[in-house]
């Protein structure tokens, strides 16, 4: 069974850096895009940062220039540099990716997962 699993969160103060990383497992044939969400208390959860397969990337307006995501395909791994990081920033980060997965022997439809999440803290 494909899963994917944050690592990383915790607390920083403002202006530090904080890096995340999602890994997949299970029995994958491919991942296409990957991505970074979060929600912070009492509102919706939106996009961070996403990234294809062959490493193109888009960024939120919020942390562009600030944030960088990025992939090790061989490792089914994504990652997200967080710096100068801004009380705003406060939110549970998720990881979303596309992946096809192998059922029984049988490569799959592409079925989108998601991570439970890590807590990102920007606090004095």
């Known amino acids: 069974q494909v899963q994917l699993e944050e690592s990383g969160g915790g607390l920083v103060q403002p202006g530090e850096s904080l890096s995340v990383s999602c890994g997949a497992s299970?029995?994958?044939?491919?991942?296409?895009?990957m991505a970074w969400y979060r929600q912070a208390p009492g509102k919706q959860r939106e996009l961070v940062a996403a990234i294809t397969r062959d490493g193109s990337t888009t960024y939120a307006d919020s942390v562009r220039g600030r944030f960088t995501i990025s992939r090790d395909n061989a490792k089914n791994t994504m990652y997200l540099q967080m710096n100068s990081l801004k009380p705003e920033d406060t939110a549970v980060y998720y990881c979303?990716?596309?992946?096809?997965?192998?059922?029984?022997?049988?490569?799959?439809?592409?079925?989108?997962?998601w991570g439970q999440g890590t807590q990102v803290t920007v606090s004095s």
């Open positions: 299970g029995t994958i044939f491919a991942i296409n895009t």
């Open positions: 979303k990716a596309d992946i096809i997965p192998v059922v029984r022997g049988i490569i799959n439809n592409e079925y989108e997962y």
